[in-house]
């Protein structure tokens, strides 16, 4: 895999590893006209906390199928953190996950036995539940008299997935749900971010932007209503910013996302501070 490490120029200093939303993506997680991962890893260097970010193996290599998330993200994973206490003389070491990455950041912390997290538009919930909540919210902008039928198809495939744990492996190795596979859907479901977030004892820092119309309010803080308030566990939320925490436009919506994505933008900087100011307290 392509990666960049980005040495802030300070020894001992703290690194982050940044980990990529669903679907192929390149290093600096290139999403239309705007680049999340690069925008935050020179903000964050300018800081004083290097980085290593690298092309998702999705990305790098579309020709192989990834049943898990083992495969498509903890090998990589782990393989960056070893890449960077082999190459630079790092002090702690955070995983910062961005929307599926930041689901799957608790579990990730543990397994690559790094210091400590940032979720960036992560939620606890289950894949398959944002994918519900977006068809409602993209069938919601439909004539009324659509809307009564996908919803009933929408509804189907709801009850499907919650009974995920019933089917047997031949089952969930030849079904979708959501448009996704439903043996990687129930695997993903079986790893308890939150029972690792309390038993790990990790700080963890939970961002996520007001304006977002992939991940919802209630996904978002799905997080804190499960594992509280406490010195491990912080919560920010920023008004006006999306789901790539740029600046939103007026009439975004799950429907036209992606063309509001098209427009070139940057991370508000205040994104990397806030991580900045927390790493270098925890």
């Known amino acids: 895999l392509s990666g960049k490490?980005?040495?802030?120029?300070?020894?001992?200093?703290p690194y982050v590893v940044f980990v990529h939303g669903s679907g192929p993506s390149d290093m600096d997680e290139t999403i239309y006209g705007n680049k999340p991962f690069r925008d935050i890893a020179y903000d964050l260097a300018s800081l004083g906390i290097g980085s290593i970010r690298?092309?998702?193996?999705?990305?790098?290599?579309?020709?192989?199928?990834?049943?898990?998330?083992?495969?498509?993200?903890?090998?990589?994973?782990?393989e960056a953190v070893h890449v960077l206490k082999e190459h630079v003389p790092t002090g702690k070491i955070y995983i910062v996950g961005h929307s599926q990455g930041g689901m799957l950041m608790p579990w990730l912390v543990k397994e690559c036995d790094v210091d400590?997290?940032?979720?960036?538009?992560?939620?606890?919930?289950?894949?398959w539940e944002i994918s519900y909540q977006q068809n409602l919210d993209s069938i919601a902008t439909l004539?009324?008299?659509?809307?009564?039928?996908?919803?009933?198809?929408?509804?189907?495939?709801?009850?499907?997935?919650?009974?995920?744990?019933?089917?047997?492996?031949?089952?969930?190795?030849?079904?979708?749900?959501?448009?996704?596979?439903?043996?990687?859907?129930?695997h993903m479901g079986t790893i308890d971010q939150i029972s690792i977030a309390r038993d790990l004892q990790k700080p963890m820092l939970f961002l996520w932007g007001e304006?977002?119309?992939?991940?919802?309010?209630?996904?978002?803080?799905?997080?804190?209503?499960?594992?509280?308030?406490?010195?491990?566990?912080?919560?920010?939320?920023?008004?006006?910013?999306?789901?790539?925490?740029?600046?939103?436009?007026?009439?975004e919506s799950i429907e036209n996302i992606m063309s509001y994505y098209s427009i070139p933008s940057s991370v508000d900087a205040s994104i990397s501070q806030d991580i900045a100011n927390w790493v270098f307290t925890n």
């Open 54 to 78: 690298f092309d998702k193996i999705t990305y790098a290599h579309p020709e192989l199928t990834y049943e898990t998330v083992e495969q498509e993200y903890l090998e990589p994973v782990l």
């Open 5 to 13: 490490i980005i040495e802030p120029g300070s020894e001992n200093a």
């Open 116 to 127: 400590g997290g940032v979720s960036l538009a992560g939620t606890p919930c289950n894949l």
């Open 143 to 186: 004539p009324e008299d659509q809307q009564p039928a996908m919803i009933e198809i929408v509804k189907n495939e709801r009850a499907r997935a919650e009974a995920l744990p019933e089917l047997s492996e031949s089952e969930l190795r030849t079904q979708t749900i959501f448009g996704l596979n439903a043996f990687y859907l129930h």
């Open 211 to 251: 304006a977002d119309v992939q991940v919802s309010k209630e996904h978002f803080d799905a997080w804190e209503e499960t594992l509280g308030v406490s010195s491990l566990f912080t919560y920010k939320t920023y008004p006006g910013l999306n789901h790539l925490f740029i600046p939103a436009q007026s009439g």
